[in-house]
């Protein structure tokens, strides 16, 4: 079955350190990788994601993200994390033609 | 930038009852999802929506639920019969190609008493 797992509940990281969220996917066929971010009371805003080419991709306020296809992983970091970073981070795969799957979610916070 | 909206943002209804989500997509995109997630818990495939037509669908997704697309405008989510355990965030996406970025409403919270 595909899936996508994220082990971490929650993430605390210090302001100014590197944060890092992990994701490990399942899914048949080449994987198409996604991370999204979510604010409280808000819907899911896109931050990168990766189809082809270079593992390490590039995203929306300062995020990138690794794809390991040895270690099926697809690691969410940044070099310095903010205070306003602190969120709910989801990892997400296609797992099907038109059917894109999340995993559970890790929550993000960043103490100053 | 070009949202996709939601409405109404919150949904109180009896159990039993039908409620009507509305969505109105990014004009261009052409692929529809509905998503739930209960308590910000984890996001839950609900139906992927393609050519006016159902592409994909989830075990959630049964005879209670249908999706229409009326005027190439709106894109809505009915559930005929809500039982409590339907309370949950609903949230519609757009699409504009297979394999880019889904474009999130902000949800609407539907809450079943």
């Known amino acids: 079955a595909q899936s996508v797992a994220q082990p971490e509940d929650q993430v605390n990281v210090a302001e100014g350190n590197p944060l890092t969220v992990k994701c490990t996917y399942s899914?048949?066929?080449?994987?198409?990788l996604f991370w999204y971010v979510q604010y409280p009371n808000r819907g899911l805003q896109f931050l990168l994601k990766?189809?082809?080419?270079?593992?390490l991709v590039k995203g929306s306020y300062g995020f990138e993200a690794e794809f390991n296809k040895s270690q099926t992983s697809f690691h969410l970091k940044k070099p310095s994390a903010l205070v306003s970073d602190s969120a709910l981070y989801f990892c997400?795969?296609?797992?099907?033609?038109?059917?894109?799957?999340f995993g559970a979610g890790t929550r993000l916070a960043v103490h100053p | 930038e070009p949202e996709v909206t939601q409405t109404p943002s919150h949904q109180v209804t009896q159990m039993g009852q039908e409620v009507i989500l509305r969505c109105v997509p990014i004009?261009?995109?052409?692929?529809f999802y509905w998503y739930r997630q209960i308590l910000g818990q984890k996001v839950e495939f609900l139906v992927s929506f393609y050519n006016n037509e159902i592409s994909e669908k989830s075990e959630i997704f049964d005879d209670q639920f249908s999706v229409e697309r009326p005027d190439g405008s709106n894109f809505t989510l009915k559930i005929r019969s809500t039982k409590l355990e339907d309370s949950a965030m609903y949230f519609c996406?757009?699409?504009?190609?297979?394999?880019?970025?889904?474009?999130f409403g902000n949800g609407t919270r539907l809450t079943v008493t």
């Open positions: 996406a757009s699409q504009q190609a297979i394999n880019s970025p889904l474009h």
């Open positions: 004009s261009n995109h052409l692929y």
């Open positions: 899914v048949s066929g080449n994987p198409y």
């Open positions: 997400a795969a296609y797992g099907g033609y038109n059917k894109l799957i």
């Open positions: 990766y189809i082809t080419g270079d593992n």
